[in-house]
């Protein structure tokens, strides 16, 4: 049993409070993409629900505490998928949500925040300004900061995924997960490492943005001066010391991946899968693109975690 | 109660055989995409299993009842996606599945039925071109020959996608389901006007390929001498006469749309919902498009029944 901040009996709750459109996600076997990575290749689809993301399952664990408080109103940063999620769970409960993204965060997820009737707060700078910023907000205004990851709820949410991953009809051998905060994969390596001890959980980060990896492999938090990657959902540079604590417990491997893998990797799963992903949810066919020996012939699960990309960006990605 | 060949209690049993892998799919408001069509609209998202489209419901069905009968094999006729369905169902039961499909259906398609190990027959002509050579075959060999919407079980598989609408979350007023043999229109049709009688039921057909909407119309079998549309999954000339009645019982309507406007709900459902779809899957968005007053403010469930399309011709539809 892990000894980490999270709990399965916890994790096993938040699917009662969690919004049904959010769980019991697609788990499939693409026969096609297996063929091209010479292993067999199972996608945990997490973008067909109404913010196309995993981060519903945490907010509405976020909102549903909130609102059972008498709070009001929460503050989030976000590289754009958080804000979406909890602007949708906010509006569901009435509470009035705040976010703030970094103008360079696709326009496409920007959009899709103020749509749901979120305020946004514009910084420029990265997704660490906009941290400093969000924590400044709660402060003034005396509501709740939302910490992706810090949250047990971040954490939990995504942990739901790794429930639904051990009740799935197929054994497999090897999980690979984004690795941006840490919550899902924190989240879904606790669940393996409580009910699927033997399957391998491997975290996935571009070499652009590699502090949580970096970290992992020093284990002692590690800063990076700045980030360069495509993949704007994973593009931290502050790893919070008591994720970085969670996930050496529940992980077996962090990688870097470059640039150019994951743009294949969205090519590919566009061409043998017929999905349209973000950079962050190609991370995990990066991988295997970048270390086939290490997957050959093994069953990988990997979680296709967003969908929220500007679509100009990504026809130059996938067309080059 | 309607009047046709399906029976609930028979549509509830089928649960229990088909693989889970295509049952309860996503079912999922998509606010970007209703804003741009002045509806609510849900997608019901049949493209996230092994072989991209619903007809795996339909032909898992069938190939357990023909193992169950000790058949080693089976025959079909197929546009493309039920030959990779039941090529599927086949190779997990150790049915020998041979697929005639036309020379002129999707690369995609034919390559996908090859891969599950099916024996693909090609032949000049159209899908009716294939039905007969189907036929003949089964008759020489001595084998089943599988005959889409024809066979119940086909409709029985797609009439879960029903059970699933009618025990889903948010109430809805309209159903659009791709018209093609009718396999999914008459099953789905039952079940709403079984358990969801105000539910309207629209099945929408290609201004190209218009037989079965035209024989709904005048309420006898139609047929014609050509198509000429890109929707190839629902391209049919020669309806079944007892699907036809089974149509008329459960539907509302059947509309024809143009080809513009499955390409504009082909580019709608990529820009405002990150879905790749074929097609015949871009029906219903395609329905609301030429009649936007007919659907306004209600609450619209399309059915996004396949994803199976060569991406070259894809790339230019959606780019135009």
Partial sequence: MPHTRLDLDRIRAARQVIDPRFLDTPLYECDALGRRLGCTVSVK???????????????????????GQGRAAAVCASAGNLGQALGWSGRRRG??????????APAAKLDRIRALGAELELV????ETARERAASIARRRGVRLVEDSLDIETCEGAATIGLEL????????????ALGGGAMATGVGHV????????????????????MTRSWHERRVVTTESTDTIADGVAGRYPIPVVLDDLLEVTDDAVLVQEASIIAGM?????????????????????????????????????????NVDLDAYHRWVRA
């Fill in 45 to 67: 689809l997490e973008t067909a629900n109404p913010v196309r993301s995993f981060k519903g399952r945490g907010t509405e664990l976020v909102a549903g505490r909130l609102t």
């Fill in 95 to 104: 509470l009035d949500v705040t976010v703030v993204a970094s103008r360079r």
């Fill in 124 to 127: 420029e700078g990265d997704f």
């Fill in 166 to 177: 051990a009740s799935g009809a197929s054994p497999f051998d090897v999980v690979l997960i």
């Fill in 192 to 211: 393996m490492k409580t009910l699927l001890p033997a399957v391998e959980v491997i975290c996935v980060q571009p070499l652009g943005a590699p502090a």
């Fill in 267 to 307: 090519r590919m799963l566009l061409e043998h899968a017929g999905l349209v992903v973000e950079p962050s949810a190609a991370l995990g066919v990066a991988a295997v693109l970048e270390d086939r020996d290490r997957f050959a012939g093994r069953h990988v699960v990997t979680i296709v975690c967003g969908s």
